[in-house]
């Protein structure tokens, strides 16, 4: 079945390090490929997508190419601030629109 | 407004109670899902209702039971609450739509707590 495979966190950094957060996945046919965020106590919200291959999602500084080729949708960004702490979860696309989430990684930005 | 809306935020409850999360989208939204998220924030989908109509039901305990009202509403009936039912609990909502597809919109969650 589809799957979504992230890597695990937490995750800790340095303000203006830069951030990579691995995610593959696993899907027959070609799935719209989504990140969302979690803020401490809020529930998640859509922070970019890409609906096919090599189109870039990016926003508020965040970018994530859709690769076929290696199944990956890695989310970057090069200088992570001390609100960006936060979970981070990708997720792709199945029948219907049903979206499949992975485990959601824990980031965390140190001054 | 609040585009998904969830009540109540907290809940602290006795085990063997029945209690009742409620849920309401103001998106014109065809679609309404129930998540749970355990401790280590692990996302589960339990139940998806499309304009009134049940299409998704996971493998849910029979104690967790969902009404839908109205395509707007979605709540979420839980009976005989045990200590491994604490979790938050998401609700969230969905358009119907083939190009141009935004995801889903979620609620800001029920966190319950069974003692």
């Known amino acids: 079945g589809d799957s979504v495979t992230q890597m695990e966190g937490p995750v800790t950094l340095s303000e203006e390090a830069f951030l990579t957060i691995n995610c593959t996945y696993t899907?027959?046919?070609?799935?719209?490929l989504f990140w969302y965020v979690q803020y401490p106590g809020e529930g998640l919200q859509l922070l970019l997508k890409a609906t096919k291959a090599d189109d870039k999602g990016s926003n508020k500084g965040f970018e994530a190419t859709y690769r076929k080729e290696t199944t990956s949708f890695h989310l970057e960004k090069g200088s992570v601030q001390v609100s960006d702490s936060a979970v981070y979860f990708c997720a792709q696309t199945g029948g219907g629109n049903k979206l499949t989430f992975g485990t959601g990684t824990q980031l965390k930005v140190e001054l | 407004d609040t585009a998904v809306s969830q009540t109540p935020k907290y809940l602290v409850t006795q085990m063997g109670n029945d209690k009742s999360i409620k849920c309401e989208q103001n998106?014109?939204?065809?679609?309404m899902y129930w998540y749970k998220q355990d401790s280590k924030k692990f996302l589960k989908i339990m139940f998806s209702y499309n304009n009134k109509e049940l299409i998704i039901n996971e493998t849910v305990p029979n104690r967790f039971s969902p009404k839908s009202p109205d395509k707007a509403h979605l709540n979420l009936h839980i009976n005989s609450l045990e200590l491994g039912d604490s979790a938050v609990y998401f609700c969230a909502s969905s358009q119907d739509q083939e190009t141009g597809w935004n995801g889903y919109t979620f609620g800001s969650g029920t966190r319950l707590t069974v003692v």
């Open positions: 899907a027959t046919g070609y799935p719209s």
């Open positions: 998106l014109g939204h065809d679609t």
